[in-house]
């Protein structure tokens, strides 16, 4: 059965187990509340259930506790930063800073970061930069083991390879594109194999490259048939959303988010290793800079009236606009808690263990 537990009472229970693996307590108190931010957001998938994965990766030594960016390069308007493999939720915000305080100076700024743990909900970190009227684009790769299929591919060859752009609106709630370039995120496997659900069609293919709706098959090793080749643990794959289109998408992300940026792409054997290590570029602009502000504020406000002013198809509410299924689900679990399905939790009491902590 699954369990609803007040947002106060799941924070101090992961603030726990966080500072049991070796994090401090500011650390602890600030991945927890990004974890249960992406749950109040709607994305289970980065949400809480990401905390066994965390403290086999501190276990395994794949992930560094209190860890902080290094400074590789700083001219203003370009930055070159280390994670250092520590938390993403932790060095990504410390770069988002940095980059942030260049931009308002020089108007804009690119900042590439390498090395870092799983940066969790990348729509964060456009979060706080549309928050300070800045627009954001994010381009970033996956450095694990490799559960997206390219376009013509029968196994896993990269990782879900996140692209997000965040744009203010004057005098309205911001633009927040977020997506996976798989149809979905591997997080949402594990969340749908947990609950005994399947996906969609045309979502998955089994270890065999035959099409699946069993999320196990990227979740759950799956058993070589008789006289296969020995390697290592053999998994199926996701599909890459929009075809061709997806999939050019992602090879874009491995090589602005992974190549460029120094922190390395997946050309390597499937790893069993726990840890996820994402590099990831950033490009960030300040529109009172551009010399284009007023005709932005003006022609961007327009353009949304002009979407959201026709008619509404059957089956919809509303026309919505990128970040406001999000903003619509946090109003609503806040005030009721978040749900967590018996195997994870069972998966997080059991993390708690492995550091000393009883939940």
Request: hydrophobic residues 40%; glycine residues 14%; neutral net charge.
């Amino acid at each position: 059965m699954d369990k609803t537990i007040p947002v106060e009472r799941l924070q101090r229970q992961v603030v726990a187990v966080l500072r049991a693996a070796g994090s401090s307590g500011p650390e602890a108190d600030k991945v927890a509340a990004n974890l249960i931010l992406a749950n109040l957001s709607g994305h289970d998938s980065h949400g809480v259930g990401m905390l066994p994965r965390y403290v086999d990766a501190v276990l395994e030594g794949g992930l560094k506790p209190d860890a902080g960016v290094r400074v590789q390069l700083d001219i203003g308007s370009m930055l070159t930063l280390d994670g250092q493999r520590g938390y993403g939720q932790v060095v990504g915000e410390q770069a988002m800073h940095m980059g942030m305080e260049r931009a308002r100076q020089h108007g804009s700024c690119i900042m590439a970061l390498g090395n870092a743990h799983h940066l969790g909900r990348i729509g964060h970190f456009a979060e706080m930069a549309v928050a300070q009227n800045l627009v954001s684009l994010h381009f970033v790769n996956v450095l694990s083991r490799p559960v997206v299929a390219p376009w013509g591919g029968a196994d896993g060859r990269f990782g879900t390879n996140p692209c997000c752009i965040g744009i203010p609106l004057a005098g309205r709630t911001p633009f927040i594109l977020d997506f996976a370039t798989s149809r979905v995120a591997q997080g949402k496997m594990r969340v749908a194999h947990n609950k005994g659900l399947r996906v969609e069609p045309g979502t998955l293919i089994d270890a065999q490259g035959h099409p699946s709706t069993d999320p196990g098959v990227v979740v759950v090793a799956q058993t070589r048939p008789p006289g296969a080749a020995a390697g290592g643990a053999l998994f199926g794959a996701l599909m890459t959303f929009g075809e061709h289109k997806g999939y050019g998408m992602a090879v874009a992300c491995e090589l602005l988010g992974g190549a460029l940026t120094g922190s390395g792409t997946w050309h390597q054997p499937t790893s069993e290793a726990r840890a996820v290590v994402n590099g990831m570029l950033t490009i960030l602009i300040d529109p009172a800079k551009l010399g284009t502000q007023t005709t932005f504020e003006q022609e961007a406000s327009a353009f949304i009236d002009w979407l959201q002013s026709g008619p509404v198809a059957p089956g919809f509410d509303a026309v919505r606009i990128a970040g406001d299924p999000e903003r619509a689900m946090r109003a609503q679990r806040s005030a009721g808690g978040i749900e967590v399905d018996q195997q994870t939790w069972q998966e997080i009491v059991d993390a708690g263990l492995k550091v000393g902590v009883t939940l």
